[in-house]
């Protein structure tokens, strides 16, 4: 089967526009996550949801970052007012129902470059 | 709140050589223990993991053992390929709660 597919690839965009990234978990995974690499870096947790539950967005760093699951699938991180900080490699992972133990299986990223 | 603490790098080693990564966690529970590796230019991939203590995740050479008493999942490998070279992430999973990640360890192994 499919693995988990991230678009676009690479964006580079202007500073101060919106941008939205899409994922496509593994179909039948009910966990769904984002995370950020900057440029040598580790990875920074975004957001995460878990079926119809309230995700947890703890890890978002400012109100200009939200995401949505629709119909417990897809999800699109979108970014608004984009800032030259914001350019990093976002990460989708997701992983079968049960929580936290079970082994996350990640999209190859997209590439944000903010000029 | 759960962590993750591994070595820091880079680590340069000759073909051949004995590698040990350190890791170390704090965790409530009974968590699940992972090591993901990120080849250059590629996305992170699950190398192995241990479900509960005492167990040994093995893979491609690769082996960390779940050593509760001392709160470790070390990763080994005995000879080291250039091939091998690539960022390695530990991480922790819990029941009900979020991945947490290692900062990332690279490993340049020179021919």
């Known amino acids: 089967g499919a693995g988990v597919s991230q678009s676009p690839s690479n964006k580079v965009t202007e500073k101060g526009k919106d941008v939205e990234l899409r994922c496509d978990p593994i179909?039948?995974?009910?966990?769904l996550y984002w995370y950020r690499q900057s440029l040598g870096q580790g990875l920074e947790f975004l957001i995460y949801?878990?079926?119809?539950?309230?995700?947890?967005k703890s890890g978002l760093p400012s109100d200009r970052f939200s995401a949505e699951r629709t119909g417990g699938s897809v999800s699109t991180l979108t970014i608004q007012r984009t800032q030259q900080e914001d350019s990093a490699v976002y990460l989708c992972?997701?992983?079968?129902?049960?929580?936290?133990?079970?082994?996350?299986?990640f999209g190859p990223g997209t590439r944000l470059t903010v000029l | 709140g759960n962590s993750v603490t591994q070595m820091e790098g880079p680590v340069t080693l000759s073909e051949e050589a004995f590698l040990t990564i350190n890791c170390t966690y704090t965790a409530t529970g009974y968590p699940s223990l992972f090591w993901y590796v990120q080849y250059p230019g590629e996305g992170l991939q699950l190398l192995l993991k241990a479900t509960k203590a005492d167990d040994k995740g093995s893979n491609k050479g690769f082996e960390a053992t779940y050593r509760k008493e001392t709160t470790s999942f070390h990763l080994e490998k005995g000879s080291v390929q250039v091939s091998d070279s690539a960022v390695y992430f530990c991480?922790?999973?819990?029941?009900?709660?979020?991945?947490?990640f290692g900062p990332g360890t690279r490993l340049s192994v020179l021919p």
């Open positions: 179909s039948g995974h009910t966990a």
């Open positions: 949801f878990q079926g119809n539950s309230a995700p947890d």
């Open positions: 992972a997701s992983s079968l129902a049960g929580g936290g133990e079970r082994e996350q299986f």
């Open positions: 991480a922790l999973g819990n029941y009900g709660q979020n991945f947490v």
